[in-house]
Nanobody, 115 residues
Framework: QVQLVESGGGLVQPGGSLTLSCVASGITFSTYSMRWYRQAPGKERELVAAITSLRGATNYADSVKGRFTISRVDTKNTVYLQMNNLKSEDTAVYYC????????WGQGTQVTVSS
């Protein structure tokens, strides 16, 4: 059974930082590209950041470039999203996604940026 379990969300003030983690089980993690998506209330789910398998190439949504960093540790079956200089518009549920021939989703973790 495949599971993706996110953690690290919470309430943070504007300008603050959070690090999200996603631990995968039931898949050969190192062979999957990993992505973080987010969905704000009333909006469509959007891709925030992605990292490929093997070479670990990354790409980011324009709205988070220079503020967010995606990374992975294959020996821990874990992908991270380091989020700095958070803004109110970053408030959303953040989802972990694993993609190869098929794809899997985590349950999401809430990030709220508010003073």
């Amino acid at each position: 059974q495949v599971q993706l379990v996110e953690s690290g969300g919470g309430l943070v003030q504007p300008g603050g930082s959070l690090t999200l983690s996603c631990v995968a089980s039931g898949i050969t993690f190192s062979t999957y590209s990993m992505r973080w998506y987010r969905q704000a209330p009333g909006k469509e789910r959007e891709l925030v950041a992605a990292i490929t398998s093997l070479r670990g190439a990354t790409n980011y949504a324009d709205s988070v470039k220079g503020r967010f960093t995606i990374s992975r540790v294959d020996t821990k079956n874990t992908v991270y999203l380091q989020m700095n200089n958070l803004k109110s518009e970053d408030t959303a549920v953040y989802y972990c996604n694993a993609v190869r021939n098929s794809q899997y989703w985590g349950q999401g973790t809430q990030v709220t940026v508010s003073s």
